[in-house]
């Protein structure tokens, strides 16, 4: 007790000290709080200090999640309905089976957590996929009262109604297992080990040790349930490589000829070559790492991680665990917090984040500055920069075309529109061609064309950010600015290797402006008889606009494309062929117009937005001064982009 005035000092020290604190500093402070009381208490004070805050849905989930680790039913259930009450629809559904989630986890107000989770189930309103979440959540809370059977039962109803969720396959075969059907539990924890769920490999581990206590006889069916399992997965694969690196991965984590799970993985990364897909080099390559690290060869099994660490984005959070977890049998404990730390940048599960934790206690002694060290991990990875000489030099000849499929709507865009701009910067127009289609998604973008549309749906419109290098690699999706490194890593990659293969076409355009017309030559020549389509663009180097992403300005935005998305059909041989066209300026501003004035009579309005749309802002005019010249030629059948080239306009 000779200690409490020290105490209490320093507590009104803090206090006092926290008063003089900014918003974004306070809930901050508060974040970055390890023990679940002092947590508690510094987000009450923020709600209290700061009630119309950006933040406030954030610090009431926080308080709420606190209440829940220091097992305060009520104040939880209290606090949850507040947020509940800020919601609707789906988001309402969404952030309910969450809490439901949180609460089994738990094992905190089961009686509650049951009636919410009945509650939603039968609400006609609530969409499909969210109610057999409930069921999920309900069928845990009839296991944890010790009825299994209807668990089971109301946990194969979800099953049957989607079988697309790892967690409630397993969560199925769990319940068969403990209703004494284990062999069936047995064959389902075998398809999820399968396709890389590490709890059921667990799973599977245990329960086929429980079927006998004779050691030759638990391999034997180890063997037997693990073969029957993988031959018929690669044997009707349609991809022989993918499947049999997958499978090599399950084989290694059992123990199961583990030369054949060396082979494949090995066998799978021979098979890539220069027209292979960056995911499948990333897949391959990790699966090796995995299937090194199941046999103990933990050096090795970094050395592969290591070699695609730049190339795995964020939202492959099992492998980055999987990565940290090897960084830490090595030793290398920093490098495993920083690749732990990573994994959770996308998401925060509780079983991650412990993780995390662990490892930053150990690396630095305390977790004072945990959550601090994940904010300054995001902070660095959106302030990248790549270093000087990214960009190697190759002798070639081959102009890479790069096509970014974007909106100044579209949030996820912004790290891919970032990253593409520092490529813009890193690679000169005499190796990289770059063209950007905006579309209106989510929003209306007054940056789309039908021209930038119709090439959309050219590549399927699948969704945005899209990039295509030289018309056959495509990359979906992106993310917030810190993802940017990664997709400036993942474009650079094969951007590298689409650069290093020697064009079939020499291509050069030309390009100058008299007045308000533009006047484009392409000359083509190859040394075998080569036809394609080819494909001018008017592209606007600079477009200073703001939309609802904060991206500013916009590059080599297109403004036409001669012939629409068809091009122009062309044969080319030994003899120089020179194939012209023309821009009317003018008469582009026009059609830009019009499209400002009644979008929805374009086929590039999409169908869920209002006829009726006042813009928010529009661009300027167009800068005839940022005005330049894109072309290549590509196959008509297969898209592969044999040449481009980038021009500058001359003014006459």
């Known amino acids: 007790m000779r200690h409490l005035p020290l105490l209490l000092c320093l507590a009104m020290l803090l206090a006092c000290s926290r008063k003089s604190l900014t918003e974004e500093e306070l809930f901050k402070y508060a974040n970055g709080l390890t023990d679940a009381e002092d947590r508690l208490e510094a987000f009450m004070e923020f709600l209290t200090s700061y009630p119309t805050s950006e933040k406030l849905r954030e610090a009431r989930l926080a308080a709420v999640e606190a209440h829940i680790e220091l097992g305060h039913a009520q104040e939880a259930l209290a606090g949850e309905r507040t947020i509940l009450d800020s919601l609707s629809g789906n988001a309402r559904s969404r952030e309910t089976v969450r809490f439901i989630g949180k609460l089994v986890a738990k094992k905190l107000a089961s009686d509650s957590a049951a009636a919410w989770a009945g509650g939603m189930i039968a609400d006609s309103t609530v969409h499909p996929y969210y109610v057999n979440w409930a069921k999920h959540h309900r069928a845990a809370l009839y296991a944890q009262a010790g009825d299994i059977q209807q668990a089971l039962t109301l946990q194969r ?171 830490t049998r090595a030793g290398r404990r920093r490098e495993a917090t920083r690749a732990y730390a990573v994994g959770l940048l996308a998401g925060m599960d509780d079983e991650r984040r412990s993780g995390f934790l662990r490892s930053y206690q150990t690396s630095y002694g305390s977790t004072d500055g945990a959550p601090n060290y994940i904010d300054a991990l995001r902070d660095s990875l959106a302030e990248f920069t790549p270093a000087e000489g990214a960009a190697p030099t190759t002798q070639s000849g081959r102009v890479v075309l790069l096509e970014l499929f974007t909106g100044a709507e579209c949030g996820p865009c912004v790290s891919s529109d970032l990253a593409i701009d520092l490529l813009s910067e890193v690679y000169p127009r005499s190796s990289l061609a770059i063209v950007e289609y905006h579309v209106h998604v989510p929003r209306p973008d007054p940056l789309t064309t039908d021209d930038s549309y119709d090439r959309y749906m050219h590549y399927g419109g699948s969704g945005t950010p899209t990039v295509v290098v030289d018309g056959t690699q495509s990359f979906l999706g992106g993310g917030p600015r810190w993802v940017k490194k990664n997709r400036f890593s993942v474009y650079r990659f094969a951007l590298d290797r689409a650069a290093a293969s020697r064009p079939s076409v020499d291509l050069v355009p030309s390009a100058s402006r008299s007045g308000d017309r533009i006047h484009a030559a392409v000359t083509l020549k190859s040394a075998t008889t080569a036809s394609g389509l080819l494909h001018v663009a008017l592209v606007e180097k600079s477009v200073p606009y703001t939309g609802g992403n904060g991206i500013n300005p916009h590059a080599f935005v297109v403004r036409k494309l001669a012939g629409g998305t068809n091009g122009t059909p062309v044969r080319i041989g030994r003899k120089e062929l020179t194939v012209k066209q023309s821009f009317d300026l003018a008469e582009i501003e026009s059609d830009l117009q019009s499209m400002i004035d009644n979008p929805d009579s374009r086929r590039s309005w999409p169908t869920w937005l209002k006829k009726k749309h006042t813009w928010k802002s529009v661009p300027d005019r167009m800068n005839r001064d940022r005005l330049a010249v894109v072309a290549w030629v590509q196959d008509a059948k297969t898209d592969e982009v044999l040449q481009a080239g980038y021009s500058e306009i001359a003014v006459k």
Do not use: C
């Not at 109803?157 to 209703?179: K, Y």
């Not at 390559?285 to 730049?310: I, R």
């Open 157 to 327: 109803q979800v099953v049957e109604a989607s079988s697309e969720e790892t967690d409630w396959l397993r969560q199925a075969a769990v319940f068969a297992e403990a209703a004494g059907e284990r062999k069936a539990a047995i064959a389902r924890a075998a398809q999820l080990a399968l396709q890389g769920d590490v709890k059921s490999v667990n799973l599977l581990q245990d329960w086929t040790d429980k079927e006998s206590s004779n050691a030759e006889e638990r391999a034997a069916l180890r063997l037997s349930t693990v073969m029957n399992a993988v031959r018929p997965f690669v044997d009707t694969s349609r991809t022989l490589w993918n499947s049999r690196s997958l499978a090599a991965v399950f084989l290694a984590r059992m123990s199961v000829a583990t030369d054949t799970a060396r082979a494949w993985t090995e066998g799978a990364i021979a098979s890539l070559d220069a027209r292979a897909s960056v995911d499948n080099h990333v897949e391959f390559h990790k699966n090796k790492a995995l299937m090194l690290a199941s046999l103990g060869q933990t050096d090795e099994a970094l050395d592969m991680f290591a070699s695609v660490e730049e190339l795995m984005d964020p939202w492959q959070q099992d492998a980055w665990m999987e990565y940290a977890s090897l960084l």
